[in-house]
Protein backbone atom coordinates (compact mmCIF):
# COMPACT_ATOMS: atom_id res chain seq x y z
CA UNK A 1 0.00 0.00 0.00
CA UNK A 2 1.39 3.57 -0.74
CA UNK A 3 2.48 5.49 2.54
CA UNK A 4 -0.22 7.05 4.54
CA UNK A 5 -0.59 9.35 7.31
CA UNK A 6 -2.24 7.31 10.04
CA UNK A 7 -2.98 8.52 13.60
CA UNK A 8 -2.82 5.77 16.52
CA UNK A 9 -4.50 6.79 19.23
CA UNK A 10 -3.71 4.78 22.92
CA UNK A 11 0.06 4.34 23.49
CA UNK A 12 -0.58 0.80 25.06
CA UNK A 13 -0.14 -2.70 23.64
CA UNK A 14 -2.14 -2.75 20.55
CA UNK A 15 -0.73 1.31 19.59
CA UNK A 16 3.02 0.44 20.50
CA UNK A 17 2.99 -2.53 18.58
CA UNK A 18 0.90 -1.62 15.79
CA UNK A 19 2.60 2.08 15.65
CA UNK A 20 6.51 0.19 15.56
CA UNK A 21 5.03 -2.26 12.45
CA UNK A 22 3.36 0.21 10.74
CA UNK A 23 6.35 2.76 10.68
CA UNK A 24 8.75 -0.06 9.76
CA UNK A 25 6.44 -0.18 6.34
CA UNK A 26 7.34 3.75 5.47
CA UNK A 27 3.41 4.91 6.84
CA UNK A 28 3.43 8.53 8.59
CA UNK A 29 2.61 7.51 12.02
CA UNK A 30 1.19 9.99 15.07
CA UNK A 31 0.79 8.35 17.97
CA UNK A 32 -1.50 9.73 20.44
CA UNK A 33 -1.51 9.84 23.97
CA UNK A 34 -3.88 11.36 26.53
CA UNK A 35 -0.95 10.74 29.66
CA UNK A 36 1.43 13.11 29.66
CA UNK A 37 4.62 10.04 29.80
CA UNK A 38 4.61 6.44 29.52
CA UNK A 39 4.56 6.04 33.66
CA UNK A 40 4.69 2.63 34.90
CA UNK A 41 1.36 2.02 35.54
CA UNK A 42 -0.61 -1.04 35.38
CA UNK A 43 0.26 -4.67 36.96
CA UNK A 44 1.30 -8.22 35.92
CA UNK A 45 0.00 -9.56 32.41
CA UNK A 46 0.51 -13.17 30.94
CA UNK A 47 1.90 -13.06 27.86
CA UNK A 48 1.06 -16.54 26.20
CA UNK A 49 2.59 -18.08 23.71
CA UNK A 50 0.88 -16.63 20.55
CA UNK A 51 1.86 -13.33 21.69
CA UNK A 52 5.49 -14.10 22.32
CA UNK A 53 4.95 -15.26 18.77
CA UNK A 54 4.85 -11.70 17.51
CA UNK A 55 7.59 -10.74 19.51
CA UNK A 56 9.58 -12.89 18.12
CA UNK A 57 9.05 -11.97 14.81
CA UNK A 58 9.24 -8.28 16.02
CA UNK A 59 13.12 -9.36 17.13
CA UNK A 60 12.02 -8.30 20.54
CA UNK A 61 11.46 -11.62 22.04
CA UNK A 62 14.58 -11.39 24.34
CA UNK A 63 14.30 -8.18 24.94
CA UNK A 64 11.28 -8.90 26.85
CA UNK A 65 12.13 -12.18 28.34
CA UNK A 66 14.71 -10.36 30.29
CA UNK A 67 12.15 -8.45 32.33
CA UNK A 68 9.48 -10.92 32.19
CA UNK A 69 9.46 -14.19 34.26
CA UNK A 70 9.07 -17.31 32.76
CA UNK A 71 6.01 -19.15 33.08
CA UNK A 72 5.28 -23.20 33.06
CA UNK A 73 1.23 -24.05 34.04
CA UNK A 74 -2.09 -21.86 35.72
CA UNK A 75 -2.62 -23.75 38.62
CA UNK A 76 -5.43 -23.65 40.25
CA UNK A 77 -6.34 -25.13 43.40
CA UNK A 78 -9.59 -24.72 46.01
CA UNK A 79 -8.48 -23.68 49.81
CA UNK A 80 -9.06 -27.54 50.73
CA UNK A 81 -5.94 -28.52 48.29
CA UNK A 82 -8.49 -29.89 45.61
CA UNK A 83 -6.70 -29.32 41.96
CA UNK A 84 -8.93 -27.50 39.83
CA UNK A 85 -7.00 -25.65 37.01
CA UNK A 86 -3.70 -27.50 36.13
CA UNK A 87 -2.75 -26.21 32.52
CA UNK A 88 0.42 -26.74 31.56
CA UNK A 89 2.28 -25.10 28.07
CA UNK A 90 4.28 -28.67 27.73
CA UNK A 91 2.00 -30.13 25.60
CA UNK A 92 2.59 -27.59 23.07
CA UNK A 93 6.32 -28.76 23.26
CA UNK A 94 9.03 -28.35 25.46
CA UNK A 95 10.03 -24.70 24.81
CA UNK A 96 6.40 -23.68 24.76
CA UNK A 97 5.89 -20.98 27.88
CA UNK A 98 3.96 -17.73 28.97
CA UNK A 99 5.69 -14.83 30.53
CA UNK A 100 4.79 -12.87 33.44
CA UNK A 101 5.18 -9.61 32.54
CA UNK A 102 4.50 -5.83 34.11
CA UNK A 103 2.53 -3.55 31.56
CA UNK A 104 5.22 -1.43 32.17
CA UNK A 105 8.08 -3.60 30.80
CA UNK A 106 5.95 -4.58 27.91
CA UNK A 107 5.08 -1.44 26.82
CA UNK A 108 8.65 -0.20 27.68
CA UNK A 109 10.28 -2.54 25.06
CA UNK A 110 7.98 -1.88 22.65
CA UNK A 111 8.36 1.83 23.14
CA UNK A 112 12.08 1.92 22.74
CA UNK A 113 11.69 -0.24 19.62
CA UNK A 114 9.41 2.24 18.00
CA UNK A 115 11.63 5.70 19.44
CA UNK A 116 13.85 3.52 16.33
CA UNK A 117 11.63 4.68 14.08
CA UNK A 118 10.48 7.45 12.05
CA UNK A 119 7.10 8.76 13.65
CA UNK A 120 5.44 11.35 15.56
CA UNK A 121 4.04 11.88 18.65
CA UNK A 122 1.30 13.79 20.57
CA UNK A 123 1.47 13.08 24.42
CA UNK A 124 -0.66 14.47 27.14
CA UNK A 125 -3.31 14.70 24.56
CA UNK A 126 -6.93 13.63 25.10
CA UNK A 127 -8.62 12.59 21.50
CA UNK A 128 -12.20 13.51 21.99
CA UNK A 129 -13.45 12.78 18.49
CA UNK A 130 -13.08 10.88 15.28
CA UNK A 131 -15.09 11.77 12.25
CA UNK A 132 -14.13 9.33 9.16
CA UNK A 133 -15.14 10.86 6.31
CA UNK A 134 -14.25 8.95 2.44
CA UNK A 135 -11.28 10.02 2.13
CA UNK A 136 -9.60 11.38 5.12
CA UNK A 137 -10.41 10.91 8.92
CA UNK A 138 -10.70 14.35 11.14
CA UNK A 139 -9.36 13.68 15.07
CA UNK A 140 -10.38 16.36 17.74
CA UNK A 141 -7.66 16.63 20.40
CA UNK A 142 -7.92 18.36 23.83
CA UNK A 143 -4.54 19.36 24.51
CA UNK A 144 -4.61 21.39 28.15
CA UNK A 145 -6.94 24.48 27.46
CA UNK A 146 -6.40 23.85 23.60
CA UNK A 147 -8.97 21.72 21.10
CA UNK A 148 -7.07 21.00 17.60
CA UNK A 149 -8.41 19.05 14.61
CA UNK A 150 -6.39 17.18 12.78
CA UNK A 151 -6.36 15.47 9.57
CA UNK A 152 -5.18 12.45 8.33
CA UNK A 153 -5.20 9.64 5.67
CA UNK A 154 -6.78 6.78 8.18
CA UNK A 155 -6.64 6.88 12.26
CA UNK A 156 -6.83 3.73 14.53
CA UNK A 157 -8.40 3.42 17.58
CA UNK A 158 -6.43 2.06 20.22
CA UNK A 159 -7.92 3.51 23.19
CA UNK A 160 -8.48 0.31 25.81
CA UNK A 161 -11.65 -1.35 26.58
CA UNK A 162 -13.28 1.82 28.28
CA UNK A 163 -13.11 3.97 24.94
CA UNK A 164 -15.61 6.20 24.21
CA UNK A 165 -14.64 6.33 20.77
CA UNK A 166 -15.44 2.94 19.19
CA UNK A 167 -18.17 3.87 16.47
CA UNK A 168 -21.66 2.90 18.34
CA UNK A 169 -23.22 2.05 15.24
CA UNK A 170 -20.54 -1.12 15.03
CA UNK A 171 -20.71 -2.20 18.65
CA UNK A 172 -23.54 -4.64 19.21
CA UNK A 173 -22.19 -5.22 22.76
CA UNK A 174 -20.60 -3.46 25.37
CA UNK A 175 -21.13 -3.81 29.24
CA UNK A 176 -19.06 -4.02 32.71
CA UNK A 177 -18.59 -6.77 34.07
CA UNK A 178 -19.98 -7.31 37.47
CA UNK A 179 -16.87 -8.53 38.65
CA UNK A 180 -13.27 -6.93 39.15
CA UNK A 181 -10.22 -7.33 41.30
CA UNK A 182 -8.06 -5.18 43.15
CA UNK A 183 -4.65 -6.04 43.08
CA UNK A 184 -0.87 -4.77 43.96
CA UNK A 185 2.31 -4.96 43.56
CA UNK A 186 4.65 -6.42 45.41
CA UNK A 187 8.56 -7.75 46.12
CA UNK A 188 8.46 -11.75 45.15
CA UNK A 189 8.61 -14.06 48.02
CA UNK A 190 8.41 -17.72 48.81
CA UNK A 191 6.57 -20.21 47.77
CA UNK A 192 5.49 -18.22 44.55
CA UNK A 193 9.29 -17.78 43.31
CA UNK A 194 7.95 -20.55 41.01
CA UNK A 195 7.33 -20.74 37.04
CA UNK A 196 3.33 -20.99 37.65
CA UNK A 197 0.35 -18.15 37.79
CA UNK A 198 -1.15 -19.45 40.86
CA UNK A 199 -5.09 -19.53 42.09
CA UNK A 200 -6.61 -20.05 44.64
CA UNK A 201 -10.68 -20.39 45.00
CA UNK A 202 -13.55 -20.84 47.29
CA UNK A 203 -17.10 -21.67 45.43
CA UNK A 204 -16.98 -19.12 42.37
CA UNK A 205 -17.28 -15.77 44.75
CA UNK A 206 -13.44 -16.37 46.53
CA UNK A 207 -10.37 -15.95 44.25
CA UNK A 208 -7.06 -14.66 45.01
CA UNK A 209 -3.97 -15.15 42.60
CA UNK A 210 -0.40 -14.69 42.02
CA UNK A 211 1.46 -13.64 39.07
CA UNK A 212 5.49 -13.89 38.96
CA UNK A 213 5.67 -10.52 36.90
CA UNK A 214 9.76 -10.06 36.34
CA UNK A 215 10.62 -6.52 37.24
CA UNK A 216 10.17 -3.03 36.06
CA UNK A 217 12.17 -1.02 33.85
CA UNK A 218 13.03 1.46 36.71
CA UNK A 219 14.00 -0.86 39.28
CA UNK A 220 15.16 -3.97 36.75
CA UNK A 221 16.87 -5.81 39.93
CA UNK A 222 13.73 -6.44 41.82
CA UNK A 223 11.40 -9.41 40.68
CA UNK A 224 8.20 -8.66 41.76
CA UNK A 225 4.98 -10.78 42.16
CA UNK A 226 1.13 -9.60 41.01
CA UNK A 227 -1.53 -10.52 43.79
CA UNK A 228 -5.06 -9.56 42.48
CA UNK A 229 -8.20 -10.62 45.09
CA UNK A 230 -11.97 -10.74 42.94
CA UNK A 231 -15.23 -9.04 44.30
CA UNK A 232 -17.96 -7.96 43.06
CA UNK A 233 -17.48 -4.25 41.35
CA UNK A 234 -20.04 -2.62 43.28
CA UNK A 235 -17.51 -3.72 46.72
CA UNK A 236 -14.96 -1.80 44.58
CA UNK A 237 -16.24 2.06 45.81
CA UNK A 238 -16.13 0.35 49.50
CA UNK A 239 -12.28 -0.05 49.62
CA UNK A 240 -11.65 3.43 48.31
CA UNK A 241 -13.60 5.13 50.99
CA UNK A 242 -11.28 7.08 53.54
CA UNK A 243 -12.52 5.58 56.41
CA UNK A 244 -12.27 1.69 54.84
CA UNK A 245 -9.11 1.85 56.91
CA UNK A 246 -8.18 -0.46 59.70
CA UNK A 247 -10.89 -2.37 60.81
CA UNK A 248 -12.46 -3.81 57.66
CA UNK A 249 -9.10 -4.06 56.04
CA UNK A 250 -7.56 -6.25 59.13
CA UNK A 251 -10.61 -8.08 59.17
CA UNK A 252 -9.77 -9.05 55.20
CA UNK A 253 -6.00 -10.02 56.05
CA UNK A 254 -7.23 -12.08 58.77
CA UNK A 255 -9.70 -13.85 56.22
CA UNK A 256 -6.95 -14.31 53.93
CA UNK A 257 -4.89 -15.38 56.41
CA UNK A 258 -7.40 -18.70 56.48
CA UNK A 259 -7.82 -18.80 53.09
CA UNK A 260 -4.58 -19.08 51.57
CA UNK A 261 -1.62 -18.96 54.46
CA UNK A 262 1.31 -19.14 51.90
CA UNK A 263 0.79 -15.62 51.02
CA UNK A 264 1.46 -14.07 54.44
CA UNK A 265 5.25 -13.55 53.60
CA UNK A 266 4.37 -12.06 50.14
CA UNK A 267 1.55 -9.63 51.38
CA UNK A 268 3.90 -8.60 54.56
CA UNK A 269 4.30 -5.26 52.89
CA UNK A 270 0.41 -4.69 52.34
CA UNK A 271 -0.86 -2.53 55.44
CA UNK A 272 -3.36 -0.26 54.25
CA UNK A 273 -6.48 -1.07 51.29
CA UNK A 274 -4.98 2.26 49.89
CA UNK A 275 -1.93 -0.31 48.49
CA UNK A 276 -4.56 -2.03 46.41
CA UNK A 277 -5.84 -0.43 42.95
CA UNK A 278 -9.16 -1.53 41.82
CA UNK A 279 -9.85 -2.97 37.89
CA UNK A 280 -12.61 -3.81 36.32
CA UNK A 281 -13.14 -5.01 33.00
CA UNK A 282 -16.15 -5.00 29.71
CA UNK A 283 -17.14 -6.90 27.27
CA UNK A 284 -17.66 -5.43 24.00
CA UNK A 285 -18.67 -6.89 20.95
CA UNK A 286 -18.32 -5.35 17.46
CA UNK A 287 -19.99 -6.29 14.10
CA UNK A 288 -16.68 -5.25 12.39
CA UNK A 289 -13.51 -3.78 12.93
CA UNK A 290 -12.77 -1.29 10.38
CA UNK A 291 -14.31 -0.03 7.24
CA UNK A 292 -12.28 2.49 4.60
CA UNK A 293 -10.38 4.59 6.82
CA UNK A 294 -11.12 4.28 10.39
CA UNK A 295 -10.01 0.84 12.45
CA UNK A 296 -10.63 -0.03 16.11
CA UNK A 297 -7.87 -2.78 17.76
CA UNK A 298 -6.83 -4.15 20.69
CA UNK A 299 -8.97 -3.89 23.65
CA UNK A 300 -10.87 -1.07 22.02
CA UNK A 301 -12.11 -3.82 20.03
CA UNK A 302 -12.57 -6.73 21.79
CA UNK A 303 -12.26 -6.34 25.85
CA UNK A 304 -13.07 -9.49 27.48
CA UNK A 305 -12.70 -10.35 31.21
CA UNK A 306 -8.23 -11.17 32.12
CA UNK A 307 -9.48 -14.87 32.98
CA UNK A 308 -7.76 -16.37 30.22
CA UNK A 309 -4.91 -13.92 30.29
CA UNK A 310 -5.51 -12.67 26.76
CA UNK A 311 -5.16 -9.12 26.69
CA UNK A 312 -1.71 -8.35 25.52
CA UNK A 313 -1.94 -11.22 23.57
CA UNK A 314 -4.63 -10.29 21.23
CA UNK A 315 -3.29 -6.46 21.46
CA UNK A 316 -0.60 -7.88 20.15
CA UNK A 317 -1.69 -10.40 17.41
CA UNK A 318 -4.36 -7.30 16.34
CA UNK A 319 -0.83 -5.24 15.13
CA UNK A 320 0.65 -7.95 13.62
CA UNK A 321 -2.70 -9.00 11.41
CA UNK A 322 -3.23 -5.14 10.52
CA UNK A 323 0.56 -5.07 9.78
CA UNK A 324 0.09 -7.72 7.56
CA UNK A 325 -3.16 -6.66 6.07
CA UNK A 326 -1.55 -3.61 4.91
CA UNK A 327 1.46 -4.99 3.16
CA UNK A 328 -0.61 -7.10 1.28
CA UNK A 329 -3.41 -4.77 0.25
CA UNK A 330 -3.72 -1.82 -2.24
CA UNK A 331 -6.34 -0.05 -0.48
CA UNK A 332 -8.04 0.06 2.49
CA UNK A 333 -11.03 -2.04 1.69
CA UNK A 334 -8.89 -4.98 1.08
CA UNK A 335 -6.85 -4.34 4.06
CA UNK A 336 -10.56 -4.77 6.49
CA UNK A 337 -11.16 -7.72 4.05
CA UNK A 338 -8.23 -9.68 5.00
CA UNK A 339 -7.83 -8.32 8.81
CA UNK A 340 -11.67 -9.59 9.17
CA UNK A 341 -10.54 -12.86 7.31
CA UNK A 342 -7.87 -13.42 9.70
CA UNK A 343 -8.59 -11.58 13.12
CA UNK A 344 -12.39 -12.38 13.23
CA UNK A 345 -12.71 -16.76 14.13
CA UNK A 346 -10.15 -16.32 16.90
CA UNK A 347 -11.23 -13.10 18.48
CA UNK A 348 -14.97 -14.57 18.82
CA UNK A 349 -13.52 -17.82 20.23
CA UNK A 350 -12.00 -16.12 22.97
CA UNK A 351 -14.62 -13.79 23.38
CA UNK A 352 -17.16 -16.43 23.70
CA UNK A 353 -14.55 -18.69 25.85
CA UNK A 354 -13.64 -16.00 28.42
CA UNK A 355 -17.31 -14.81 28.47
CA UNK A 356 -18.78 -18.24 29.01
CA UNK A 357 -15.96 -19.23 31.76
CA UNK A 358 -15.83 -16.04 33.70
CA UNK A 359 -18.88 -17.11 35.83
CA UNK A 360 -17.03 -20.25 37.53
CA UNK A 361 -14.30 -18.00 38.54
CA UNK A 362 -16.22 -14.65 39.29
CA UNK A 363 -19.72 -14.79 40.76
CA UNK A 364 -22.02 -16.32 43.46
CA UNK A 365 -23.24 -19.16 41.92
CA UNK A 366 -22.71 -22.39 43.58
CA UNK A 367 -24.14 -24.49 41.03
CA UNK A 368 -21.50 -23.27 38.48
CA UNK A 369 -19.14 -23.27 41.25
CA UNK A 370 -19.44 -27.14 41.59
CA UNK A 371 -19.69 -27.83 38.01
CA UNK A 372 -16.53 -26.49 37.53
CA UNK A 373 -14.74 -28.45 40.43
CA UNK A 374 -16.59 -31.67 39.34
CA UNK A 375 -15.56 -31.28 35.51
CA UNK A 376 -12.32 -29.51 35.28
CA UNK A 377 -9.97 -32.11 37.07
CA UNK A 378 -11.32 -34.60 34.90
CA UNK A 379 -10.94 -32.89 31.80
CA UNK A 380 -7.80 -32.68 32.80
CA UNK A 381 -6.88 -36.16 33.26
CA UNK A 382 -7.59 -36.50 29.30
CA UNK A 383 -4.75 -35.92 26.56
CA UNK A 384 -6.91 -34.60 24.14
CA UNK A 385 -8.60 -32.53 26.50
CA UNK A 386 -5.53 -31.28 27.95
CA UNK A 387 -4.16 -30.21 24.53
CA UNK A 388 -6.97 -28.45 23.90
CA UNK A 389 -6.94 -26.43 27.30
CA UNK A 390 -3.14 -25.90 26.57
CA UNK A 391 -3.98 -24.58 23.38
CA UNK A 392 -6.66 -21.95 24.43
CA UNK A 393 -4.43 -20.95 27.06
CA UNK A 394 -1.31 -20.50 24.99
CA UNK A 395 -3.81 -17.84 22.70
CA UNK A 396 -3.91 -20.25 19.77
CA UNK A 397 -7.21 -21.62 19.13
CA UNK A 398 -9.63 -20.12 16.68
CA UNK A 399 -12.66 -22.49 16.82
CA UNK A 400 -13.59 -25.07 19.51
CA UNK A 401 -12.12 -27.65 17.20
CA UNK A 402 -9.46 -25.48 15.39
C1 LIG B 1 -3.27 2.09 33.22
C2 LIG B 1 -3.55 0.68 32.76
C3 LIG B 1 -3.24 -0.39 33.61
C4 LIG B 1 -3.51 -1.71 33.20
N1 LIG B 1 -3.20 -2.71 34.06
C5 LIG B 1 -3.43 -3.99 33.69
C6 LIG B 1 -3.10 -5.05 34.58
O1 LIG B 1 -2.63 -4.82 35.67
N2 LIG B 1 -3.33 -6.32 34.19
C7 LIG B 1 -3.88 -6.60 32.95
O2 LIG B 1 -4.08 -7.78 32.62
N3 LIG B 1 -4.20 -5.61 32.10
C8 LIG B 1 -3.99 -4.31 32.44
N4 LIG B 1 -4.34 -3.31 31.58
C9 LIG B 1 -4.94 -3.67 30.29
C10 LIG B 1 -3.88 -4.20 29.32
O3 LIG B 1 -2.86 -3.25 29.17
C11 LIG B 1 -4.59 -4.48 28.03
O4 LIG B 1 -5.55 -5.53 28.19
C12 LIG B 1 -3.69 -4.98 26.91
O5 LIG B 1 -2.37 -4.62 27.08
C13 LIG B 1 -4.25 -4.48 25.56
O6 LIG B 1 -3.89 -3.12 25.47
P1 LIG B 1 -4.53 -1.98 24.60
O7 LIG B 1 -3.38 -1.31 23.95
O8 LIG B 1 -5.63 -2.46 23.77
O9 LIG B 1 -5.18 -0.99 25.68
P2 LIG B 1 -4.56 -0.27 26.94
O10 LIG B 1 -3.37 -0.97 27.46
O11 LIG B 1 -5.69 -0.04 27.86
O12 LIG B 1 -4.03 1.14 26.36
C14 LIG B 1 -4.90 2.16 25.94
C15 LIG B 1 -4.14 3.49 25.94
O13 LIG B 1 -4.99 4.49 25.40
C16 LIG B 1 -4.87 5.69 26.16
N5 LIG B 1 -6.11 6.46 26.00
C17 LIG B 1 -7.34 6.18 26.49
N6 LIG B 1 -8.26 7.06 26.06
C18 LIG B 1 -7.58 7.96 25.30
C19 LIG B 1 -8.00 9.10 24.55
N7 LIG B 1 -9.29 9.50 24.50
N8 LIG B 1 -7.05 9.82 23.88
C20 LIG B 1 -5.75 9.41 23.89
N9 LIG B 1 -5.31 8.32 24.57
C21 LIG B 1 -6.22 7.59 25.25
C22 LIG B 1 -4.66 5.16 27.58
O14 LIG B 1 -4.05 6.12 28.41
C23 LIG B 1 -3.75 3.95 27.33
O15 LIG B 1 -2.39 4.28 27.34
C24 LIG B 1 -4.11 -1.97 31.94
C25 LIG B 1 -4.41 -0.89 31.10
C26 LIG B 1 -4.13 0.42 31.49
C27 LIG B 1 -4.45 1.59 30.55
Request: proline share 6%; aromatic share 8%; glycine share 8%.
Amino acid sequence: MQPQSIAIIGAGTAGLATAALLAQQGHAITLIERAPALEPVGAGLLLQPAGLSVLHRMGLYQAMYRYGAHIDALVGHTCSGRAIMNSHYRPLGEQAHGLGIHRASLCHVLDSHLQTLPHQRRMGCTVSAVDAQAHQTLVTLEEKQRTDVLTFDAVLIANGSHSQLRPSDWTRYDRLYPWGAMWAMLPMAAPFDVPLLQQRYHRASTMAGILPTGSRPDQPETPLASFFWSLPVTEIAQWQQPDFAASPFEKWRGALHTFWPQLDEVLTPLTRAQQLTPATYRDVIMSKWGDNRLGVIGDAAHAMSPQLGQGANMALLDAWALGDAMQQSDNWHQVWTHYHQHRGPQIRFYQRMSRWLTPAFQSHSRVVATGRDLLLPVLNHLPWMRLQMAKTIAGLKTGLLR
